[in-house]
C-alpha cells in the first residue's frame, strides 16, 4: 500500500469485542505489538453507569427517605455519562418506599435531547415492585451507544408510588428537568437542561449485560 492509499481493510461500524486486537507501538520496546481490546476499556460484563456520576456520593441527606410521588404523565429526567462504547439493555430506577401500584416507562435521550430508546409503553409501563431498592425495566430494543452525554427519563401514571430523587446539588454536574408527556407513549423529545432543581432527578442507572 502506497503512502496516499486507503486502508485495506473495511470500516467496522460495530462496538470492538473483547478479543478483538488493536495495533500498538510499545513504549517499552518501541516495536509494533497487539493488545486486545478488553486492556482497553472493560468490554465485558455487567456495568451499571449512574447519573450521580462514579465515586460521588455526596451527603447521603439528599436522597429521600421515603421516596417522592411522581406527577402523572409527567416525566422527570436527568443526565448520564456514558465514558465507552456499549449496548445499553435497559435502565435502574431507585424506589421509594411505596410501591405496587403505579406504572412508569423509562427511556432514553442522547445529547440533543433526541429519544433512542425505551421500555414497554403497553398499559403505561411496568408497575413498581420491590420498595427501596433499584427496579430494572429493560429496553424493548438494545442500544448501542457511543461516549458521551445521555439523559434518563421516568414517566408515571399515577401519583401513588414514590421514588428516591436528589434533593441537594451535592453530586456534581447532575442536570436534571421535566416534560410533560403522554399516557401509555414514550415522549420523543425533551429539551436538554444546563441546571439543577431539586426532586427532579429519580437516583437511576444506565445498564449492559
Known amino acids: 500500500m502506497g503512502t496516499t492509499d486507503g486502508p485495506d481493510t473495511p470500516t467496522e461500524t460495530t ?27 472493560a468490554l465485558s460484563g455487567k456495568t451499571r453507569l449512574y447519573n450521580v456520576g462514579p465515586g460521588n456520593l455526596g451527603a447521603l441527606t439528599a436522597i429521600d427517605t421515603n421516596g417522592r410521588a411522581g406527577v402523572q404523565n409527567t416525566m422527570w429526567f436527568s443526565d448520564v455519562f456514558v465514558p465507552y462504547p456499549c449496548v445499553l439493555l435497559g435502565i435502574g430506577v431507585l424506589n421509594g418506599t411505596t410501591v405496587g401500584t403505579t406504572k412508569a416507562i423509562v427511556s432514553l435521550y442522547n445529547s440533543a435531547g433526541t429519544l433512542v430508546a425505551n421500555s414497554s409503553v403497553t398499559t403505561g409501563g411496568a408497575v413498581t415492585s420491590g420498595a427501596s431498592a433499584f427496579q430494572q425495566r429493560a429496553f424493548v430494543s438494545a442500544y448501542t451507544a457511543k461516549p458521551g452525554q445521555y439523559w434518563i427519563g421516568v414517566m408515571p401514571d399515577s401519583t401513588t408510588d414514590t421514588w428516591r430523587t436528589i434533593q441537594a446539588a451535592t453530586w456534581v454536574d447532575t442536570n436534571t428537568g421535566t416534560v410533560a408527556g403522554v399516557a401509555a407513549t414514550a415522549t420523543p423529545t425533551i429539551t436538554p437542561t444546563t441546571t439543577f432543581t431539586a426532586s427532579l432527578g429519580i437516583l437511576s442507572y444506565v445498564y449492559t449485560a
Open 15 to 41: 462496538i470492538a469485542l473483547a478479543s478483538d486486537k488493536i495495533l500498538i507501538m510499545s513504549g517499552a520496546t518501541t516495536r509494533g505489538a497487539q493488545k486486545t481490546a478488553d486492556q482497553y476499556t
